[in-house]
């Protein structure tokens, strides 16, 4: 396995019929990296996520994602990989400690772990009055925190984020994305979707897709120079503001 | 008359308060934004002003109308866009339109006008079915199918949510043109961003509004002294600044971090002093006016 990179991807193309949906993109993710990856709505960056996560073939291109072929090993990039949706993913109607035995199980995690993991994480998370509640009671904020931390119940190399602040109120926004900061000081590569443009400056490096393909990438401080822009608002809207194709 | 006249609105869903004694005005011709973030009772609030939810207490006028007695006319002079896409996903882009026009007694000939200027964006797509549709064309769609019966109030539930900036921006062209006829909009969002583009809003926040105003008003009303903090190593600083004394709060705002004071506890040059302390020379600081996104976390704060 490469020690350097998290994500090697080169010249990746996801096709539906004669729509180009992913259109020969190359990027590489660091160790420990947080990597923004923008794009206006139709850009393409579902699909090319979702052949990142293991869920889908590519067309042509290959690459690796925590060190897996991304065409042949699929399985083990599920389960080296946390994955985050906009919708949480928790079970409504189990408890909070139901559902983090109910991941820790499907990652295979043994009976001793996950007591000894379930106790940590309440404990950070300042939930240890709450194992016993539904998920579906809890404030928006804590099912976040929650679902972000069973996210990384296994302790995979690389955390995918897919619009995680979608909604949320401006002061969890921030200490979520603090909470970001901490899992990537700890080594961890953090793969993140957002619509917040505010956000983007938070990354240790963007990528906008057009169209299908990737037209910038760089720091936030690099694009805003090369775009002579004073925000990553008006580097986005530059950039994305291209685009040809709809949804 | 106020165009919207709600008064002491109260609802509990269960044992769940969503809403907890709202009261606001709306005048003709505006854009009213409610902003605020999920769960804090925009839609119970919409529902109910839209005539489809009794509040437990409370009561209202839309147009000099009461929201509770004369629910069927309110209903013919309103126009609302719920949150969730409500077209009919089999018929085509006509027939939507044909649909929403004839349900108010009307016909699309009649009021073409008024919706002409986005329809024609969508028109060369008027056989395709609505489930087909892309996003960005499905939000017009919707747009139309809610201007068709001429509405004087026009009720939009987070109609930018999930929506990339750009598309956002197209949209709230539109509303400024909506407005310019003559409409009454009533607006919701989660994105403080858009607070700028209201020309009043509510912020509303676990189901109470927590501040109200022009966003001019409501920004000569923050109370602190806040500084804009750039550069250098920014994560850590950030943890030793809010532990400092005198400071309200510190959170990131895009490259830089937002820091509130109380001039009466600290001041500058301690701030200054803890921030070179701590190896960060190199920032840059200035003094800042605040943001609808300051103003709503201090608010939601208190």
Redesign the interface.
């Given at each position: 396995m490469n020690t350097e990179y998290a994500i090697r991807i080169r010249n990746l193309v996801k096709k539906f019929g004669d729509f180009t949906a992913v259109d020969n993109i190359t990027f590489d993710v660091r160790k420990g990296e947080i990597f923004g990856f923008l794009g206006a709505n139709g850009a393409g960056k579902t699909t090319a996520m979702r052949i990142l996560c293991g869920l889908s073939r590519p067309t042509s291109g290959s690459g690796t994602v925590a060190g897996f072929d991304i065409c042949r090993e699929q399985e083990k990039i599920k389960r080296n990989i946390g994955y985050m949706s906009q919708k949480f993913s928790l079970y409504p109607d189990l408890t909070v400690r139901e559902n983090i035995r109910l991941f820790g199980g499907i990652y295979g995690l043994k009976d001793r772990e996950i007591k000894e993991k379930t106790e940590r994480m309440l404990d950070m998370l300042e939930m240890k009055d709450a194992g016993g509640r539904f998920a579906a009671e809890l404030p928006l904020g804590w099912k976040q925190k929650l679902s972000f931390s069973i996210a990384l119940v296994h302790s995979p190399r690389i955390i995918f984020l897919d619009e995680p602040t979608g909604g949320v109120d401006p002061e969890t926004r921030r200490r979520f994305w603090e909470l970001i900061y901490d899992t990537a000081g700890n080594g961890t590569t953090v793969f993140v979707t957002t619509h917040y443009m505010d956000e983007a400056e938070y990354c240790d490096r963007v990528s906008i897709m057009v169209d299908g393909r990737i037209d910038a990438m760089d720091s936030p401080a690099g694009l805003k120079e090369r775009f002579a822009a004073r925000s990553m608002d008006e580097v986005f809207r530059i950039v994305a503001g291209k685009a040809v194709r709809e949804e | 008359m106020k165009t919207i006249e709600i008064s002491g609105i109260s609802k509990n869903y269960g044992q769940v308060p969503a809403l907890r004694d709202i009261s606001l005005e709306v005048n003709q011709g505006e854009i009213f934004g409610l902003i605020?973030?999920?769960?804090?009772g925009k839609t119970t609030l919409f529902r109910i002003m839209t005539t489809l939810m009794l509040a437990d207490t409370g009561s209202g006028t839309i147009c000099g109308m009461d929201i509770v007695r004369d629910y069927s006319r309110i209903r013919k002079i309103i126009g609302y866009m719920p949150g969730r896409f409500s077209l009919y996903q089999d018929l085509s882009v006509r027939e939507n339109l044909e649909y929403f026009a004839t349900l108010f007694g009307s016909t699309v000939g009649k009021n073409y006008d008024s919706i002409k200027e986005i329809y024609s964006q969508i028109e060369p797509f008027e056989k395709r079915r609505a489930g087909k549709l892309?996003?960005?064309?499905k939000q017009k769609l919707a747009l139309c199918c809610a201007l068709v019966h001429k509405p004087s109030v026009l009720f939009l539930d987070e109609p930018t949510?999930?929506?990339?900036?750009?598309?956002r921006?197209e949209f709230w062209k539109m509303l400024d043109r909506i407005r310019k006829s003559g409409v009454t909009v009533f607006v919701s969002t989660?994105y403080?961003d858009e607070a700028s583009l209201c020309d009043r809003l509510a912020m509303i926040?676990e189901g109470r509004i927590i501040g109200t105003g022009t966003p001019e008003q409501i920004i000569s009303a923050y109370p602190y002294r806040l500084l804009s903090v750039a550069g250098g190593n920014m994560?850590p600083l950030?943890k030793i600044l809010r532990n400092t004394e005198g400071v309200i709060s510190c959170?990131?705002?895009?490259?830089a971090l937002h820091l509130a004071y109380d001039p009466e506890k600290t001041g500058l040059p301690a701030i200054l002093a803890k921030i070179r302390e701590n190896g960060s020379e190199d920032c840059r600081i200035r003094e800042i006016t605040p943001g609808i996104?300051d103003c709503?976390?201090q608010l939601?704060?208190k």
């Open positions: - | 605020g973030p999920d769960g804090a892309s996003g960005g064309m949510t999930g929506v990339d900036a750009v598309s921006s989660p403080m926040r994560y950030l959170f990131s705002f895009g490259n996104e709503f976390m939601a704060g």
